[in-house]
């Protein structure tokens, strides 16, 4: 009962820009972190990014001050906005979410289904 929708991905030209989207719905009392990450052919998933509820952010080394990481939680959701986008940056990118769907436990993981960002000439 707890979905994660992604939006934004597609092709961009080196240098371009690039915003991503992921609203979370469902039966949900809250939402802690919330992240991105992305995963390249022949490559492990990586982090790219996270924001907690209180809007701290983690960035990957390979991102900063080109990426940044966004959310709100009236819509629950958060965004990713990539700017001087290499082709480096090519992989399918998953947004993800730190769900409380009682009062009583603590959190569970969600994964969107993850979007394609191909940064190429």
């Known amino acids: 009962q707890v979905q994660l929708v992604e939006s934004g991905g597609g092709l961009v030209q080196p240098g371009g820009s690039l915003r991503l989207s992921c609203a979370a719905s469902?039966?949900?009392?809250?939402?802690?972190?919330m992240g991105w990450y992305r995963q390249a052919p022949g490559k492990q998933r990586e982090l790219v990014a996270t924001?907690?509820?209180?809007?701290?952010?983690q960035y990957a080394d390979s991102v900063k001050g080109r990426f940044t990481i966004s959310r709100d939680n009236a819509k629950k959701m958060v965004d990713l906005q990539m700017n001087s986008l290499k082709p480096e940056d090519t992989a399918v990118y998953y947004c993800?979410?730190?769900?409380?769907?009682?009062?009583?436990?603590?959190?569970?993981?969600?994964w969107g289904q993850g979007t394609q960002v191909t940064v190429s000439s």
């Open positions: 924001i907690s509820s209180s809007t701290s952010t």
């Open positions: 993800n979410a730190d769900v409380h769907i009682d009062i009583w436990g603590g959190t569970s993981k969600y």
């Open positions: 469902g039966r949900i009392v809250s939402v802690a972190s």
